[in-house]
């Protein structure tokens, strides 16, 4: 097995459309990003919605704008930090997209619960 590239030649290789760049990618932050997910859609939305599939939708958007060259990442962090941001953005959206969800909740409800 050879060794993992540096962090500058694999997003270069992903830019290039390399499956096996996306695939480390996906493997490094998939878990981690679906336990984020988890934690930050309510119960109301992860009834509709599972977490994988948001994970599923950031990697799809973060994939298709990279290789747009959208994105100038210097560092695992950078990368971390941005794929987390998209995360958070996702469910967001999920959470407005779904009657009885509030937006800007917290995991477990707190600040941003709307006045009925």
């Known amino acids: 097995m050879q060794p993992d590239p540096p962090f500058t030649e694999l997003m270069r290789q992903l830019r290039a459309g390399d499956a096996t760049a996306a695939e480390r990618i996906f493997r490094g932050y998939a878990r981690r990003l679906i336990g984020l ?52 953005r996702k469910c967001g959206h999920k959470g407005r997209a779904l009657p009885g969800c509030v937006p800007g909740r917290g995991p477990r409800g707190e600040a941003g619960a709307a006045q009925r």
């Open 37 to 88: 997910a988890r934690s930050r859609l309510s119960e109301n939305v992860r009834a509709k919605t599972d977490p994988e599939d948001v994970v599923q939708s950031v990697f799809r958007s973060f994939f298709t704008r990279q290789a747009d060259g959208q994105f100038e990442l210097a560092t695992w962090n950078d990368l971390w930090s941005l794929l987390a941001t998209i995360t958070l």
